[in-house]
Nanobody, 115 residues
Framework: QVQLVESGGGLVQPGGSLRLSCAAS????????MGWYRQAPGQQRELVAT???????DYADSVKGRFIISRDNAKNMVYLQMNSLKPEDTAVYYC?????????WGQGTQVTVSS
């Protein structure tokens, strides 16, 4: 079965950095579009960044210049490097795999930015 497992979340001070990882299994990873989303308490889940199998990487305006999404097709991994973190980045971060009408989500990893 398809599994997406996120890791790397935690507590970090404002201005700090974290690197999230998502390990995928059960799919032909290289052909799937991968993305990171986040959901803060009381808010809707929102797109953070997406990286297709081929094509343009996309970022939410709120993270442009601070976050970098990347993928390693040989390892079935997608990453989110988060720099210059702000308290408003606090959320549960989810990994998503999308192909046509099919989509799978990970269980999420908590990121808390606080002093």
């Amino acid at each position: 079965q398809v599994q997406l497992v996120e890791s790397g979340g935690g507590l970090v001070q404002p201005g700090g950095s974290l690197r999230l990882s998502c390990a995928a299994s059960g799919i032909i990873f290289r052909i799937w579009n991968m993305g990171w989303y986040r959901q803060a308490p009381g808010q809707q889940r929102e797109l953070v960044a997406t990286i297709p199998d081929t094509g343009t990487i996309d970022y939410a305006d709120s993270v442009k210049g601070r976050f970098i999404i990347s993928r390693d097709n040989a390892k079935n991994m997608v990453y989110l490097q988060m720099n210059s973190l702000k308290p408003e980045d606090t959320a549960v971060y989810y990994c998503k795999a999308t192909l046509s009408i099919h989509a799978f989500w990970g269980q999420g990893t908590q990121v808390t930015v606080s002093s």
